[in-house]
């Protein structure tokens, strides 16, 4: 279970921000006794590893806070995000940490599961994520771009942290990002009819 709670939480994470679980995690395994990454992970907490997904993470943080540029990004990040997941869920559900003693028992015999669950997680998230920034650029004029970033950053170092110290804590997480998706599906309906109704009232005086 716990292993289950701490994969998703880092590919939960992975889809708002790709680097952000990965270098957690790497730093976490690399400078204290909090995760201990199996063999086959080992390379993650790698110095030059850790060097080029902190560049990486600082791209994506000043991109991601720029109007139009954030959009561009979101499309690149089609791809990165979701495997970002998917290693990020490996990883995470491979390793011992302070709350998964014993994760061989997770997934054992099939080791393509938790990469594929993580793929489609972190897919699942960014999909809403880039939904919702257009809607947040168009309502405040771009300036809600770099709060609605700042803030998705914090979520995922908080979902990262919480996959890997406390992963219980996991769901409420994800309940609140379902209740963020509702809400995002819900405004754009209501914009969508709002355009509809000043069509309709154009169209009537014309």
Request: hydrophobic share 55%.
């Amino acid at each position: 279970m716990f292993e289950a709670l701490t994969g998703t939480g880092l590919a939960a994470s992975a889809g708002l921000n790709a680097y952000i679980p990965l270098l957690s995690m790497a730093l976490l395994a690399r400078y204290t006794d909090a995760v201990n990454l199996p063999s086959g992970w080992s390379w993650l907490e790698n110095g030059w590893i850790i060097a080029i997904l902190t560049i990486l993470l600082a791209i994506e943080v000043v991109a991601d806070k720029v109007p139009v540029v954030d959009h561009i990004n979101d499309v690149v990040q089609t791809v990165v995000r979701p495997t970002a997941g998917g290693l990020a869920f490996g990883a995470g559900s491979s390793a011992e940490t302070v709350t998964v003693s014993d994760p061989g028992t997770f997934f054992s015999s099939h080791q393509w599961v938790p990469i594929a669950a993580g793929v489609l997680i972190a897919l699942c998230v960014h999909g809403v994520k880039a939904a919702a920034r257009p809607v947040v650029n168009v309502t405040t004029g771009g300036l809600g771009a770099p709060v609605a970033s700042t803030a998705e950053d914090i979520g995922s170092v908080l979902l990262s942290v919480l996959a890997i110290l406390l992963p219980v804590l996991v769901l409420i997480g994800l309940a609140l990002m379902i209740w963020a998706t509702v809400w995002v599906f819900q405004r754009r309906k209501r914009r969508r009819q709002s355009k509809a109704a000043g069509v309709e009232t154009r169209h009537l005086f014309d």
